[in-house]
């Protein structure tokens, strides 16, 4: 995936006002999630009451973009919020608007957001770029990438540096390590491409890509 333009996204400072918002109103901007960090993070909401949760959204508020409709697209937090819509259809979260834009339907809203860098359009399989208007219009609809899934575990491990203002960052990550020989694996068996995984993404041939960490 040859990305060679993005806005990076604003993060939530003083200057973007805080907004509480239901998550089944929010359009993804990607087609896929790795599923291994949604049942991961459905774990630890799990153990959370809701006034927990909403607490601790609010400190990981969604950078939004909006049309002159009201539509509201998320630029981020695809995996938690999937998670939290699966266990509560009703669930709210909160957010910032990070651009306004002019456009009154949604395939011209798409293409602004194209055009900054901020779709991901390529599937599960990591076939793409797709069209902009293939892009599901609800996060429950987002196909598993396994491949991203594996990314989230190798971030755990501190093996990759997150980059919070890099759109898509772990997705950058997942379309190299599939030019990589890896062995079979699945988002809920990530274990038999881990030790692979481990040694190519601390690895030189790595060197070029955002979070790069190089240990050993």
């Given at each position: ?32 999630v790795g599923l291994a960090e949604v049942w991961s993070r459905q774990r630890d909401f799990g153990e959370d009451s809701k006034s927990e ?164």
């Open positions: 995936m040859h990305l060679t333009h993005f806005d990076r996204i604003p993060d939530h400072d003083g200057e973007h006002d805080l907004f509480e918002v239901k998550v089944r109103a929010l359009q993804p901007t990607q087609m896929c949760r909403l607490s601790y959204l609010r400190g990981k508020p969604v950078p939004l973009v909006r049309n002159r409709q009201g539509q509201l697209w998320m630029v981020d937090r695809h995996h938690r919020l999937r998670a939290l819509l699966e266990m509560d259809a009703d669930v709210s979260t909160y957010g910032y608007v990070i651009a306004e834009l002019e456009s009154v339907n949604r395939n011209d809203a798409l293409e602004a957001l194209q055009h900054r860098g901020w779709l991901y359009l390529h599937d599960g399989r990591g076939n793409g770029p797709w069209a902009p208007s293939d892009l599901p219009t609800s996060l429950l609809d987002l196909q598993d990438d396994p491949y991203r899934s594996l990314v989230w575990k190798l971030k755990k491990e501190r093996l990759i540096k997150p980059q919070p203002l890099i759109p898509y960052h772990e997705f950058r990550w997942g379309s190299w390590l599939r030019t990589r020989p890896l062995p079979p694996f699945s988002s809920a068996q990530l274990e038999p491409a881990l030790p692979a995984a481990r040694r190519l993404c601390q690895s030189s041939a790595a060197r070029h890509l955002a979070g790069w960490t190089g240990n050993s």
